[in-house]
């Protein structure tokens, strides 16, 4: 089981609604064509319902592609939409609280910057850590300072679960971070704002 | 049980981080103090961790004083602490998603406008409606023209469920959206600006 989700989260595609002024169920159809495993949705502070709405036509297009579904924050969205899993910071619900509101099999993503707080979300049920802002990056503007890919390689040592690296990942740099012991990464703009979204996951599930 | 359920509507108080000055918690314990059978934690675009804390805090203050703990919006914080219910307005989660991720008695409050959008709800599962704005009000920067008590009446008369009335309820002004035929009213500032929070509880419960 656990190698197997592994494998299924040796790319995960974040979604931004800055995708190159693309409609973004377009640039989700081409990364999981692509042949994304895993893609999450991230919108920060909007409305539940929208949420709702956008993560069930998202999860039409993963079901179909054998992808998983991730939903940011929203627990609450997740577990309505019927989506595989939900990603949670460290500001958002614990995954202690995540876990005892989800069903059996509900996967739980953590963001852990530290192997303390990777050994801490382990401790609390999380399926997975995110680990990062492994090199600089625009996206997310609450990130904090690059961790780098020894992080990356200490956390992986740390714990059992997965580590999934993020942050400033693109085709040219994914390789360190899986070298470094990472089960896969997790990218925003290399896909979302990649002139051929397709053929940026492909290279990406390449490295 | 619907009748019960009524009773304890007959007073909604409504959290607001703009609360004189006062740590919040002061001012819910004097609400609870003065009587109120029902509080709503209302966050807007707060993390989901802290407001889980702070739903903790307040639900081991409502179960003292035996009253209803509602969480505005986000369902997973209502269900991970174990609040009675959530409230959830139009651009939230609807009332059939609520009940599916939710446990048996788990307590659904929708906010409704007009009769149709209050039968929509009573068949999604809602256990009560919430209408308004009744009043002019300042404190929800998102809310629209004043219904006035008709609309309470002709949305009392149209579902079986109970009508709660909200948006600028004063003790001055909350007899006649009672008298329309609301089983209570919601206020926000009426208490959380109250001079004495309590006093103004007491008085509300007295119309």
């Known amino acids: 089981m656990t190698n197997g989700l592994a494998e299924r989260l040796r790319l995960i595609v974040v979604t931004d609604p800055e995708c190159g002024g693309r409609p973004l169920m377009d640039v989700v159809r081409a990364a999981l064509q692509g042949g994304a495993p895993a893609i999450q949705l991230r919108i920060k502070d909007g409305d539940a319902r929208p ?75 999380a399926d997975y850590v995110g680990v990062g802002p492994v090199y600089a990056t625009g996206s997310k503007a609450d990130a904090g300072p690059p961790v780098g890919t020894e992080r990356i390689g200490a956390i992986a040592a740390a714990v059992r679960i997965p580590v999934v690296g993020i942050g ?34 492909r290279a990406l599930l390449r490295r």
Do not use: C, K, Y
């Open 51 to 125: 949420m709702a709405d956008q993560a069930r036509a998202l999860l039409a297009e993963t079901r179909r592609a054998g992808a998983l579904l991730f939903i940011n924050d929203r627990v609450d969205v997740a577990l309505a939409v019927g989506a595989e899993g939900a990603h949670v910071g460290q500001s958002d619900l614990a995954a202690t609280d995540v876990r005892r509101i989800s069903p059996p099999g509900f996967l739980i993503g953590v963001s852990a910057e530290s192997a303390e707080l990777a050994l801490a979300a382990q401790a609390d049920g």
């Open 168 to 201: 400033g990942i693109t085709v040219e740099n994914a390789l360190p971070v899986t070298r470094a012991g990472a089960a896969g990464v997790a990218v925003i703009s290399a896909v979302m704002q990649a002139n051929d979204p397709e053929a940026a996951t």
